[in-house]
């Protein structure tokens, strides 16, 4: 019954990884290439908005 007990704890560990992954400083975009994807696509919105004079 312990055993049963155990596996639960490890599920909740990793959420606790990697919010701390996320105070370390290291943006969960990094961690999801997928996301990455989407920053750079913000990014380069954001740069044509803030960049409009050629």
Known sequence: M???DDPPAAVSEPQVI???G???GVPPELLQPE???HLADRTY???????GGH
């Not at 919105?45 to 960049?51: H, T, V």
């Open 18 to 20: 990697t919010n701390a």
């Open 45 to 51: 919105s954001s740069g044509g908005l803030s960049g």
């Open 2 to 4: 312990s055993r049963r």
């Open 22 to 24: 996320v105070d370390e």
């Open 35 to 37: 996301n990455r994807q």
